[in-house]
């Protein structure tokens, strides 16, 4: 049995903890969760009164095989850190950490341990029917990539309790939290990023950007990237649209895979369901490389490297 800690019980750590519970045939089980917020831990007994609250990090480091890293930004690589000293796997959020110079430098440290970034492109089941398009040849030869994503506000509603840091410069923002997915994704389905132009827009000296817009190429492939606040009335609303000489893919709304008919209209691919329906196969799949990972057996989990290459666009795209 696999046993993973939990730093952090945010949205992200509550979504992990009760993936855990709710896939315990895997082999998976939470170890024990820590947050120094007495309310988030209030929350979680009260809510999930089976699972073990531990009193510091370093009774969750040694009861836990791998630590799942769902805290602010700027605590992540202590976390990883501590986690690497005690001998243990690390699954951290993205991005690596608030601070680009040490996120290069725990690149370099990570490359010597069991070490895997949560972006969550890498077990959906959308994106693996992109991929077997491109395989089979339902694009041809990739020619432009379009990516757009938009927000009626930001934060998004269901993220409100962590408004203090995710509306603001330093560690928040759409681009952070959201775009990010979609870079790992282009680097992993079409090639090496390479960022040519941006235009970013912020309402105020404090406040996260509000649109973005920017250039870039992917392996080759131009693509055109664009994201805005107060630009839909969905609280959250996306696509990636890959086009080629023999036909257009996309994916639609983080979980909906579609393509091109001959009649230029989108079709889904058979078995299409929802971002909140598909969330739990996907976190079934990040638990499953979990497992993988601290068997040290081959998975497919993003790298800390990818991450890297990912934050350093990222970082970039928000310089004014």
Same mark, same amino acid.
């Given at each position: 049995?696999?046993?993973?800690?939990?730093?952090?019980?945010?949205?992200?750590?509550?979504?992990?903890?009760?993936?855990?519970?709710?896939?315990?045939?895997?082999?998976?089980?939470?170890?024990? +969760?820590?947050?120094?917020?007495?309310?988030?831990?209030?929350?979680? $007994?009260?809510?999930?009164?089976?699972? !073990?609250?531990?009193?510091?990090?370093?009774?969750?480091?040694?009861?836990?095989?791998?630590?799942?890293?769902?805290?602010?930004?700027?605590?992540?690589?202590?976390?990883?850190?501590?986690?690497?000293?005690?001998?243990?796997?690390?699954?951290?959020?993205?991005?690596?950490?608030?601070?680009?110079?040490?996120?290069?430098?725990?690149?370099?440290?990570?490359?010597?341990?069991?070490?895997?970034?949560?972006?969550?492109?890498?077990?959906?089941?959308?994106?693996?029917?992109?991929?077997?398009?491109?395989?089979?040849?339902?694009?041809?030869?990739?020619?432009?990539?379009?990516?757009? +994503?938009?927000?009626?506000?930001?934060?998004?509603?269901?993220?409100?309790?962590?408004?203090?840091?995710?509306? $603001?410069?330093?560690?928040?923002?759409?681009?952070?939290?959201?775009?990010?997915?979609?870079?790992?994704?282009?680097?992993?389905?079409?090639?090496?990023?390479?960022?040519?132009?941006?235009? +970013?827009?912020? !309402?105020?000296?404090?406040?996260?950007?509000?649109?973005?817009?920017?250039?870039?190429?992917?392996?080759?492939? !131009?693509?055109?990237?664009?994201?805005? +606040?107060?630009?839909?009335? $969905?609280?959250?609303?996306?696509?990636?649209?890959?086009?080629?000489?023999?036909?257009?893919?996309?994916?639609?709304?983080?979980?909906?895979?579609?393509?091109?008919?001959?009649?230029?209209?989108?079709?889904?691919?058979?078995?299409?369901?929802?971002?909140?329906?598909?969330?739990?196969?996907?976190?079934?799949?990040?638990?499953?490389?979990?497992?993988?990972?601290?068997?040290?057996?081959?998975?497919?989990?993003?790298?800390?490297?990818?991450?890297?290459?990912?934050?350093?666009?990222?970082?970039?795209?928000?310089?004014?």
């Amino acid at each position: 049995m696999t046993k993973l800690g939990v730093l952090g019980f945010g949205i992200m750590g509550e979504r992990m903890v009760r993936a855990c519970l709710d896939q315990a045939p895997l082999g998976i089980e939470i170890a024990a +969760v820590w947050d120094p917020s007495s309310d988030a831990i209030a929350r979680l $007994k009260a809510e999930l009164p089976a699972v !073990p609250v531990a009193d510091n990090i370093d009774a969750v480091l040694a009861q836990s095989d791998c630590i799942y890293i769902a805290s602010p930004p700027d605590s992540h690589l202590d976390h990883a850190r501590a986690a690497f000293k005690a001998g243990k796997a690390v699954l951290c959020e993205k991005p690596l950490s608030a601070d680009i110079d040490d996120s290069r430098r725990f690149a370099v440290e990570a490359a010597r341990q069991s070490a895997g970034v949560n972006f969550v492109f890498a077990s959906s089941p959308a994106v693996a029917q992109l991929r077997a398009w491109i395989e089979e040849g339902a694009v041809g030869t990739p020619e432009q990539l379009d990516i757009d +994503v938009a927000f009626a506000s930001w934060p998004r509603p269901w993220q409100m309790d962590a408004e203090g840091w995710l509306s $603001k410069r330093p560690m928040g923002g759409f681009t952070r939290e959201v775009i990010s997915h979609f870079l790992f994704l282009s680097r992993r389905l079409v090639g090496p990023l390479a960022l040519l132009s941006h235009d +970013v827009t912020y !309402p105020d000296n404090e406040s996260a950007e509000t649109a973005l817009a920017a250039k870039l190429r992917a392996g080759g492939v !131009p693509i055109t990237l664009t994201g805005g +606040v107060g630009t839909t009335e $969905k609280p959250d609303h996306n696509l990636w649209v890959l086009r080629g000489d023999q036909g257009s893919i996309r994916l639609r709304d983080w979980s909906v895979a579609e393509r091109m008919a001959n009649d230029g209209s989108w079709q889904e691919a058979p078995g299409a369901m929802a971002n909140e329906d598909a969330r739990p196969l996907v976190l079934k799949g990040q638990l499953e490389k979990v497992i993988a990972m601290v068997a040290e057996q081959p998975q497919s989990l993003a790298t800390v490297e990818e991450a890297l290459e990912v934050q350093e666009i990222v970082e970039t795209l928000l310089t004014e």
